[in-house]
């Protein structure tokens, strides 16, 4: 388990203090403003709020972006939205968040989807069952996919391969690799992640809104220190403000778990907001999302 250290209001005195084992406080600050939006799954309104934040930070006259290192999108929650939105874009694998991601800041729109997931896998029938992978951005010029041994069976399919006809699914153009799995996202091609968010940042942003694949939390190589968190679990949006938490990063091991940040989170020093986020259509979510995370940014003023 990598080294966490985290900076905090409970730290304003400049004490040095343990609160965790292998959590520190103390005080800090990174610019541009760094929001996680985390949780504890999958489908649990990440991305919802994750959108919603980075609109009102706009809305507040910010410049913000969105940006997830790691993405992974089951094939059939996409077919509709492949055939659609695909034959449009230059990137030829991202899913439904890295769109919905760029297309909530006008800084980066639909052109930059793959800046803002740089790393996209494609899974089918399970989020287990990787068959595809794309690591790199069209913007860099640093573009690769992967196939896995199960894709590259089952891209031999009658109904993939007509899948693969309407969308341009590049699995034909793709190196096979043995074990592709999502919890060794960060570990493929781990500075093509960082790259992809420096590049971010020279567009001139004054936040970014990182938003965490399933129960992972959203860290590369190089990643900043986060200075507010906003953790998505059982219903509940919960904003810790200016903690300042830090996660290192190691290309050989596994994807960190949320887990490792709730055991921060319990530190009763630090601030904490709470708000429900009902399971309602999507969009009367949508609308409460935005509410909820115009409440919470100014908890953070």
């Known amino acids: 388990m990598g080294k966490t250290t985290v900076w905090s209001q409970a730290g304003q005195a400049g004490v040095k203090a343990k609160a965790n084992q292998g959590v520190f406080v103390r005080q800090g600050s ?13 489908n649990i309104g990440k991305t919802t709020i994750a ?7 706009n809305g507040n ?9 790691y993405a992974s999108s089951r094939l059939y929650d996409l077919i509709d939205f492949m055939i659609e939105v695909y034959p449009r874009s230059q990137c030829k694998l991202f899913g439904k968040d890295a769109w919905r991601l760029s297309t909530a800041s006008p800084l980066t729109g639909a052109d930059l989807v793959d800046l803002v997931v740089p790393t996209q896998l494609l899974s089918h029938p399970t989020w287990r069952s990787i068959l595809l992978m794309r690591t790199g951005t069209t913007q860099l010029n640093n573009v690769e996919f992967f196939c896995s041994e199960y894709g590259a069976k089952l891209k031999e399919r009658s109904d993939l391969r007509h899948i693969i006809g309407r969308t341009g699914l590049p699995f034909d153009s793709s190196v096979l690799k043995a074990d592709i799995d ?12 960082r790259d992809a968010f420096n590049a971010l940042l020279d567009i001139g942003v004054d936040a970014v809104v990182c938003e965490g694949a399933g129960e992972w939390l959203p860290i590369w190589q190089d990643c900043p220190v986060v200075n507010h968190v906003i953790f998505v679990t059982g219903g509940v949006v919960n904003l810790f403000p200016n903690l300042d938490v830090g996660f290192s990063f190691n290309p050989t091991a596994p994807a960190r778990h949320v887990g490792e940040l709730a055991e921060v989170l319990k530190n009763p020093a630090l601030r904490r907001f709470s708000s429900p986020l009902y399971l309602v259509e999507e969009e009367r979510r949508e609308r409460m999302a935005q509410r909820i995370v115009q409440e919470l940014v100014a908890k953070v003023q």
Do not use: D, M
């Open 30 to 42: 990174t610019s541009p403003s760094i929001y996680w939006v985390v949780g504890s799954g999958t």
């Open 51 to 57: 959108t919603a934040l980075i609109r009102a930070l």
């Open 61 to 69: 006259g910010e410049r913000a972006v969105g940006f997830k290192p």
């Open 182 to 193: 999502i919890t060794y996202a960060p570990c493929v091609s781990p500075e093509k992640q």
